[in-house]
T-cell receptor, first 115, second 117 residues
Framework: AQTVTQSQPEMSVQEAETVTLSCTYD???????LFWYKQPPSRQMILVIR??????QNATENRFSVNFQKAAKSFSLKISDSQLGDTAMYFC????????????FGTGTRLQVFP | EPEVTQTPSHQVTQMGQEVILRCVPI?????FYWYRQILGQKVEFLVS????????KSEIFDDQFSVERPDGSNFTLKIRSTKLEDSAMYFC???????????????FGEGSRLTVL
């Protein structure tokens, strides 16, 4: 069975600084998808970034980038130039493609951005 | 921007009572989901629904749970006889395509908090 672990329950960062959120996962699959979702306070969870395991290149979306280490089963999220609006709960998630559309989530990391 | 809406935002109920949580997915979406998060724990998959039937369900989704799309717009989760351990935040989600892989994006509602006393 697949598992996703986020070992940092809470993180904080000063505005304009860079922060990295950690995520590790366990699977025997060779092909899969990884996601970071963001849930601002009292708002919907939204997709931040996704990575296909068969792609070696790390995904990037503006200030958000990932460090995908397939052998180490690690998928960290780097937020550059942090903004107050980045304050949210961040969830790492795993999906095994084909025959399922079930996301497996980690417990989340609460990120606070300070002015 | 279209979004998934859920009602109620918070419901308090007595153990053994039936509860219906409602969701209005994004209008052109075809795949619907319920997830839940018990306080301090992981967000867990409950069920996926497509073409008016369940396509996948987890072991959590036992006979006490059911889903329905009664009128082509609402997507409901019914808990027949609530237990204390059903207390959680329930998230509805929808996607335009199945398996998430094409867009990689699941659109979530804000959640319905269920408290069972």
């Amino acid at each position: 069975a697949q598992t996703v672990t986020q070992s940092q329950p809470e993180m904080s960062v000063q505005e304009a600084e860079t922060v990295t959120l950690s995520c590790t996962y366990d699977t025997s699959e060779s092909n899969y998808y990884l996601f970071w979702y963001k849930q601002p306070p009292s708002r919907q969870m939204i997709l931040v970034i996704r990575q296909e395991a068969y792609k070696q290149q790390n995904a990037t979306e503006n200030r958000f980038s990932v460090n995908f280490q397939k052998a180490a089963k690690s998928f960290s999220l780097k937020i550059s130039d942090s903004q107050l609006g980045d304050t949210a709960m961040y969830f790492c998630a795993f999906m095994k493609p084909y025959n399922t559309d079930k996301l497996i989530f980690g417990t989340g990391t609460r990120l606070q951005v300070f002015p | 921007e279209p979004e998934v809406t859920q009602t109620p935002s918070h419901q308090v109920t007595q153990m053994g009572q039936e509860v219906i949580l409602r969701c209005v997915p994004i209008s052109n979406h075809l795949y619907f989901y319920w997830y839940r998060q018990i306080l301090g724990q992981k967000v867990e998959f409950l069920v996926s629904f497509y073409n008016n039937e369940i396509s996948e369900k987890s072991e959590i989704f036992d006979d006490q749970f059911s889903v329905e799309r009664p009128d082509g717009s609402n997507f409901t989760l019914k808990i027949r006889s609530t237990k204390l351990e059903d207390s959680a935040m329930y998230f509805c989600a929808s996607s335009e395509y199945g398996q998430l892989v094409i867009t990689g994006e699941l659109f979530f509602g804000e959640g319905s908090r269920l408290t069972v006393l």
